[in-house]
């Protein structure tokens, strides 16, 4: 729901597809026309495969005063009564008996604040369902890649390993600290980009 692909999301959406498979994401409202060079050739070499549209959810394809119908999932050609939005105030904890239902899960962009800013309201008045992987707030990757642990791999998320606000060092004077919830892999390691963790570390000091 940015204006533009930030930095920052660009390689949470890298991570992503590296996690869930290209083929399995959307980068919906996205120009790649407008990015810089050096965003276009990320896009270009490492997004490749990835389903990218200019087209948002929330363009509606009919007057606002009828039901909206969001041009974006008419172009995926998925129902939406067969999609969730991650939301942290979502109604029900996403688990694996879920996938029987649900063909799409809205995410990115909607989460990543710290503290989060309840983005997600914007899309509530949509009618799409909302879900929520417990109540910690995860990086928008750590929640693709939750997500596709559930419903495709048919992981409880109460069996999954997870580490709150992992600290890296610096130098040996300093750590820096990722502010969201991170699954870990089973070598006890962070599941995070090495790239976001860089940028972390140089816009920290």
């Known amino acids: 729901m940015d204006d533009e692909i930030y930095e920052w999301c660009l390689y949470e959406y890298i991570q992503s597809a590296d996690n869930v498979g290209p083929e399995n994401l959307v ?8 990015l810089t060079d050096f965003r276009k050739d990320l896009v270009k070499d490492k997004l490749k495969g990835v389903y ?3 087209t948002s959810l929330r363009k509606s394809l009919k007057p606002e005063n009828e039901e ?19 939301d942290e105030k979502g109604t029900f904890d996403l688990a694996p008996e879920d996938s029987d239902r649900l063909d799409a899960v809205v995410f990115g962009g909607i989460l990543g604040d ?14 799409l369902s909302c879900c929520c992987l417990e109540k910690e707030q995860m990086s928008t990757d750590t929640a693709v890649i939750t997500t596709k ?17 992992p600290e890296f060092n610096v130098n040996k004077h300093e750590k820096v600290e990722l502010p969201f919830r991170y699954l870990k892999n089973p070598d006890g390691s962070i599941l995070a ?3 976001i963790i860089r940028l972390t570390k140089e816009e920290s000091f």
């Open 193 to 195: 980009s090495k790239d």
């Open 52 to 54: 990218l549209t200019t």
């Open 114 to 127: 710290d503290p989060p800013k309840d983005a997600s309201q914007q899309l509530r008045t949509l009618g």
């Open 149 to 165: 642990r559930i419903l495709v791999d048919k992981i409880k998320i109460t069996d999954l390993m997870f580490v709150s606000r």
């Open 27 to 34: 980068i919906s409202n996205i120009d790649v026309s407008v």
């Open 68 to 86: 909206f119908h969001s041009a974006l999932l008419v172009e995926l050609n998925i129902a939406p009564s067969r999609v969730a939005v991650l």
